[in-house]
């Protein structure tokens, strides 16, 4: 007899079907992109895989600046829910406090969700969220981010070290498909549905500057070779992606690696203003 709390993971990690926001004032309301300075509602789907059912077991919500790596330390709690649960069921759960969502790193900010029950199905002791290893919690770490006609686009990120010692970590950029986009499109908003990913990088580079033009890009072999980042404890640095897509809109995911080991990422969905649905 066994209580198993899940909220499921995406393709990759990050990227979780089970996670979504409704923007404005109405937690009933259609699922949207969260606005910064604005009321949004934060809804997670929890599944119990075990055999045994639960009464009011605890779902917690998180906003995150969307470093490349936190905790529950550097996470911000939004608020809690309740759910009950019989063996092999799955439902929708609210958090009824409101999330405004705030302009920190450009107003780029991901979402997370656990669900546990005490003493039938705790969490590890373990600050770490452990995403892609621990069943009860997952992660929305999707930025759209729209390009201009001409294809240019310029996301800023931050990679964090949430360790006690100083890490190396290298950033990659990897091309995404429609096969990891569509169990998110239900939850992105109906302007999204139909849009297909036909785009793909001409130029790309990640710099420093935040503000960094289009003559910045370089090619996208950079990318792909990677980049190396020596951190230090509890420090954080901000870098910028900047880059240029052709043919439509393009799917692609900045993953942060130790040890040939993916610890953290964002995905970003970019289109080109051309192309975003009209809905």
Request: hydrophobic letters at 40%; a negative charge; aromatic letters at 8%.
């Amino acid at each position: 007899m066994a209580i198993e709390l899940t909220i499921r993971d995406g393709d990759p990690w990050w990227m979780s079907p089970d996670i979504w926001v409704v923007p404005g004032n109405d937690p009933e309301g259609p699922p949207g992109v969260p606005i910064v300075g604005s009321p949004a509602f934060l809804w997670a789907r929890v599944w119990n895989k075990g055999s045994t059912s639960v009464q009011d077991a605890t779902v917690r919500f998180y906003w995150a600046d969307p470093s490349t790596g936190f905790d529950r330390n550097t996470a911000h709690l939004v608020g809690t829910s309740f759910v009950t649960l019989g063996s092999g069921e799955v439902a929708e759960t609210l958090c009824l406090q409101p999330w405004i969502p705030e302009f920190v790193n450009d107003g780029h900010e991901c979402v997370l969700a656990e669900a546990f029950h005490v003493p039938g199905d705790p969490l590890p002791s373990t600050p770490e969220f452990n995403v892609p290893t621990d069943r009860h919690v997952a992660q929305r770490n999707l930025s759209v981010v729209l390009a201009a006609a001409s294809g240019f686009f310029r996301f800023t990120f931050n990679v964090f070290n949430v360790a006690r010692l100083d890490r190396l970590f290298r950033i990659t950029l990897e091309p995404g498909d429609e096969r990891q986009l569509k169990p998110m499109i239900p939850t992105l908003g109906r302007e999204f549905e139909g849009v297909t990913l036909n785009g793909k990088l001409s130029k790309g580079a990640i710099v420093e500057e935040r503000c960094a033009g289009e003559d910045a890009a370089g090619e996208p072999a950079a990318l792909k070779r990677g980049l190396d980042l020596q951190i230090s404890a509890h420090r954080k640095v901000n870098r910028t992606l900047v880059g240029m897509v052709e043919g439509g809109p393009a799917l692609f995911h900045l993953k942060q690696w130790e040890d040939n080991r993916v610890v953290g990422g964002i995905s970003l969905l970019v289109l080109p203003r051309n192309d975003r649905q009209e809905g």
